[in-house]
C-alpha cells in the first residue's frame, strides 16, 4: 500500500477526501492529515509518505513555501496540488516542485482518480529504475568478491581505494535482517557503503571507512547488536581484491556456522585464517569409544550436547562438526541393530543443516543402539565376534569362519545378521576401520601399511570402504584428528 499524506486548512475538505473514493481499493492508505503546515512539514520529516495532496493557500504558510520545504525533505515523494484560486503562481510553484496535476476545488471524483493513477504509475517506473540499477549495482560487487568479471573496471565502478591507509576496505556481512527493506534504506544512504548484495537472506556489504565510521554503521544499524541476536559479521581489512574474495569465502562459512550452532554471536569481527589461534582436532575412534562407554540415550544426548556446545564455542566448522558425528556413527554401528539405514544416516548427518538436527539423527542411533546391547547373543555369533577381534589382520571371510567352527556357513551366516543386524563382512570392516582410526591419529605409520595392518589387502578397497564409512578420505580423517604425517 503507498502511503498518502492530505494538507489542508479546510478540516469538512479533509473530511470529504477520505470518502470520496475507494482508497484501499486503489492500493493506497491515508496515513496522516494535516490542517497545520507546519505540523505536516514536521510529520514528513519523521515519517515515509509516496504521495502528498496539499492545499496551496493555507494561513500559517505560504503554499510555493510549504510544499518547496515538502519536497526538500522527501524528494521522490509525488505531489498533487490543490487550490480554490486560479492564480497562476500557485500553479507554476507546483509544477516547479513537480507536481503530478493541479487539482481546483471543489474536486472533481474522476478527476481525482486520474491524478492519483498518474502518480502511482511514476512512482512504479521510479521504483523499478531504482531496483534494475540495484540489480545491476548488486551484479558488480558479487562479480568482485566472487573474482569474475574485469577487476578493475568494478573497482572503478564500486569507487574504492585499496591504497587508502585510513579508511580500509571491508567487507561485512549482516545475517537475516527482519525487514530486509528497512536495512536496504538505511545502506543506501551510508556514505561509507560503497555497495551491497543479498545471498538466500543474508547481505553482503562492502565498506570503506576508518573505525569511527565502523561503529557508525555498527550503532545506527535498523537491528541493534545485542547478546540475542547475530546480525553483524565485519571482515577485516583488505588491501586487495584477492583478500576480498578470501573474505567473502570465510564470511560465508561463518554465516554457515552460526545457522547451524545455531549461535548468538551479536557482532563478531574475523581475522584472517593465518592468524587463527586454535586449531581443533577431531577425537579419535578410541577416545569417542570410551568416552561413550555403557552411557543410556539420555546420557549420551547430555555427553553429545556438550561436546557441540564446545565445539562451537572453539568456533569449529560446520565440516568439523560432521566428521566428529561421523565417527560417532562409527562407534554407535558397533551395536546397531541393522546396518540398512546407516548409508541414510550418513546422508543425514552430511545434510543436516542445524547441531539440533545432527544431535537427533545421532541420539536416534543410540537409542538403537541401547536396545541391540542388551540383546544375548548365542555362542556361535559370541565365537564368531570373538575371531574378528583376534585375528581382524588375517583374511578373514565366512566360509573360512564356518569351517573353523564346523558349521554350515550359509546358517552360520543368517543367525550372525539376525542377530547382530550385520552381515559378518560388514561387522568385520567396521572393526577394521575402528582400529585404522586409531592408527591413523596415533601413529605415522603410511596410510598403506595401515591398510595392509589392519586386514586389507588392497589398499585402494580400503581407501574407497573408509569414505564410505566416515565420509573423508584417510588423510583427511588423519589431518582433521591433529596428526599431519602422510
Not at 534494475?132 to 565502478?157: K, M, P, W, Y
Not at 551510508?190 to 551491497?196: D, E, K, L, Y
Not at 544426548?301 to 562451537?312: C, K, P, S
Amino acid at each position: 500500500m503507498l502511503r498518502v499524506m492530505i494538507v489542508d486548512d479546510e478540516y469538512m475538505l479533509l473530511r470529504g477526501l477520505r470518502k470520496l473514493i475507494d482508497w484501499e481499493a486503489m492500493g493506497l492508505t491515508i496515513v496522516n492529515t494535516a490542517q497545520n503546515p507546519l505540523l505536516a512539514l514536521d510529520y514528513l520529516g519523521k515519517e515515509p509518505v509516496d504521495i502528498l495532496l496539499s492545499d496551496m493557500n493555507m494561513p500559517e504558510l505560504a503554499g510555493p513555501d510549504f510544499v518547496a520545504k515538502a519536497k526538500a525533505l522527501q524528494p521522490d515523494m509525488e505531489l498533487i496540488v490543490i487550490s480554490g484560486y486560479e492564480d497562476f503562481d500557485y500553479v507554476r510553484a507546483g509544477l516547479q516542485q513537480h507536481a503530478v496535476n493541479y487539482l481546483r476545488k471543489p474536486i472533481d471524483t474522476d478527476e481525482l482518480i486520474t491524478t492519483l493513477e498518474a502518480a502511482m504509475k511514476r512512482i512504479a517506473a521510479r521504483q523499478e529504475s531504482d531496483y534494475n540499477a540495484s540489480l545491476a549495482a548488486q551484479a558488480e560487487l558479487r562479480d568482485l568478491v566472487t573474482g569474475a568479471g574485469d577487476e578493475a573496471a568494478l573497482i572503478d565502478s564500486l569507487a574504492v581505494n585499496f591504497a587508502s591507509m585510513g579508511t580500509p576496505v571491508r567487507l561485512l556481512a549482516v545475517m537475516n535482517p527482519i525487514p530486509p527493506k528497512v536495512l536496504v534504506k538505511f545502506l543506501r544512504v551510508m556514505p561509507a557503503v560503497h555497495g551491497f548484495f543479498r545471498e538466500g537472506q543474508d547481505f553482503f556489504i562492502l565498506f570503506q571507512g576508518d573505525a569511527k565510521e565502523l561503529a557508525t554503521f555498527v550503532q545506527e544499524a535498523p537491528l541493534p547488536v545485542s547478546s540475542s541476536r547475530r546480525p553483524v559479521l565485519i571482515g577485516p581489512p583488505a588491501s586487495r581484491p584477492a583478500e576480498l574474495r578470501e573474505d567473502y569465502a570465510q564470511l560465508t562459512a561463518e554465516i554457515a556456522r552460526q545457522y547451524f550452532f545455531e549461535t548468538a554471536a551479536g557482532l563478531r569481527e574475523l581475522t584472517r585464517p593465518a592468524q587463527a589461534s586454535q586449531v581443533l582436532t577431531l577425537p579419535g575412534y578410541s577416545t569417542v569409544k570410551d568416552a561413550i562407554g555403557d552411557l543410556e540415550p539420555a546420557a549420551f544426548r547430555h555427553w553429545l550436547v556438550q561436546q557441540m556446545a564446545e565445539f562451537a564455542k572453539a568456533n569449529a566448522s560446520v565440516t568439523f562438526a560432521k566428521q566428529f558425528a561421523l565417527v560417532v556413527l562409527l562407534v554407535l554401528s558397533e551395536q546397531l541393530p541393522a546396518t540398512e539405514g546407516k548409508s541414510t544416516t550418513i546422508a543425514a548427518i552430511n545434510q543436516a543443516q542445524t547441531v539440533t538436527k545432527l544431535i537427533t539423527t545421532l541420539v536416534d542411533v543410540a537409542q538403537r543402539a541401547a536396545l541391540q546391547e542388551r540383546h544375548q547373543y548365542s555362542r556361535n555369533v559370541l565365537m564368531m565376534r570373538e575371531l574378528v577381534r583376534a585375528r581382524y589382520q588375517e583374511p578373514l571371510s565366512l566360509s573360512t569362519v564356518a569351517k573353523e567352527l564346523h558349521l554350515n556357513a550359509v546358517y552360520l551366516g543368517q543367525q550372525f545378521k539376525q542377530e547382530t543386524g550385520r552381515s559378518f563382512s560388514q561387522y568385520l570392516n567396521d572393526w577394521r576401520m575402528g582400529l585404522a582410526m586409531d592408527l591413523l591419529q596415533n601413529s605415522e605409520e603410511d596410510v598403506n601399511r595401515i591398510a595392509l595392518a589392519v586386514g586389507y589387502q588392497t589398499p585402494s578397497y580400503f581407501y574407497k570402504l573408509f569414505k564410505q564409512q566416515t565420509g573423508m578420505s584417510p588423510r583427511e580423517y588423519r589431518a582433521a584428528a591433529g596428526n599431519a604425517q602422510d
